[in-house]
């Protein structure tokens, strides 16, 4: 696990997302996980141009995002539409 992701704030990425700290497997906190770390990737992206392997590195955490929403809105419209808004994602 990188070093700008701890345990206690992968825990309370979980906790606010995925309904408690132990419930991993949710969509919508690997979906709020997920943006976390792209958020921190494009943060170092800024300073380090060049980095080519965090910048694969992001774009295939954007792309499991991406599959996880379009699976969200696929079964739950009204909480991927609650999970976007409240992530300050898409539209």
């Given at each position: ?5 701890t345990e206690?704030k992968k825990?309370?990425?979980?906790a606010?997302h ?14 709020a ?12 992206l ?5 980095d080519n392997?965090c910048?694969?590195?992001m774009l295939t ?5 991406k599959r ?6 696929q079964?739950d419209?009204?909480?991927y539409?609650n ?5 300050g994602?898409r539209k």
């Open positions: 696990m990188s070093t700008y992701l206690e825990n309370e990425i979980f606010e995925g309904g408690s700290a132990t419930n991993t497997g949710s969509t919508e906190g690997q979906i996980l997920f943006t976390f770390r792209i958020k921190a990737l494009s943060e170092h800024k300073s380090n141009k060049q392997s910048k694969r590195s955490l954007v792309g499991k995002r996880l929403l379009k699976y969200l809105m079964k419209i009204q909480g539409r999970l976007i808004e409240k992530l994602i």
